[in-house]
């Protein structure tokens, strides 16, 4: 039997993560999120928050070169930046190997390809998601509306580098993945039903073809 | 009790149809796609070819005029193209008016908008919708991959014109829709329980709105 991967991308403020988990307790199966970075801090030695930077913001400066005769840009990759990645895409096989799992972010479902994964992309109105970030919002912090959307923007941007870098395709781009969610103005725990039965769907169709 | 009204936009031979129509025989609802253009044509006396082309297709002319000091295009209308335009949105309006219903193509996200429509969006890859025109081509018929290909891109791309014309934003663009469904390698039938839960999730968040 084919292990069963679903890997969650999201808009930040979007409720992706609590879809993700709460998806994974529906299912009764693993789900990896922090946990991933923590883990690659553990084995390389490296702070958790670089690895994150690393790991979910993109590597921030590209080099213009020329290949196969036409001027590219690549990204300026440091040995750092290469251990991590490595690590991770090293961590996120094995736990792949292990048992069925959701994954949060990552690129897990670029990474994870070959296992064909389930791929979902949640996102929603910038209204919606200033909300959500809100309601989620610590005691005695308190960022203005345009200081949100800034931040919100720099997260999804870092996150588009990261997966074109990895992946070679665009970020929230649809075709890439299986069911896109809007989640504006929708609870999440009452989607959890429709996205697991579609998760059976996507399965069952896959199984009959290996 | 608040409308319900599904509107379902499609990528030629991604099933949506299909799927517009079983998920309104599941729900008991009433189901509008091609009865839409045959009574444009009886109201207005012209031909349903002509309805289908100017409804689906949008408008193939554009003029460029100077419009608040700024370049801008717009469509070369004609009297005939406008009275199809405003005979078919005074037929979903009242269609809408009328009961719940699922209605597939004619822009009816965006002219129903007041309605506030579950809004579902039906795609898959390109090798998948050439699969999907075969299965269903009729006897004698027989289009060379190259021809199937390019209709389906003259088509779509017609779609996406109707849509600007009438809705001011990008067809296909996942911000305009509820659910975007990749139906890549999946039969259609098994997928109506999961667009039913998330149907009734949608419209409860929206009632408890109201």
Redesign the interface.
Known sequence: MMRKIITVSREFGSGGRELGKRLADALGIAYYDREIITAVAEKSGLAESYIEQVSERGVPMYYPITYARTLTVVPAFSGQHIKVLHEQSRLLHELAGKSDCVIVGRCADCILREYHPLNL?V?A?LESKVRRCRAREEAGEHFTDKELKRRMAQIDSGRARYRELIGGSKW?D??A??????T????IK??I???R??AA??F???ES?E
């Open positions: 992309f996102y109105s929230g649809k075709a993945y299986h069911l896109c969610i809007n504006t103005g929708l609870e009452p989607l039903p429709a996205v039965e579609f769907c996507y069952e169709g896959i073809k």
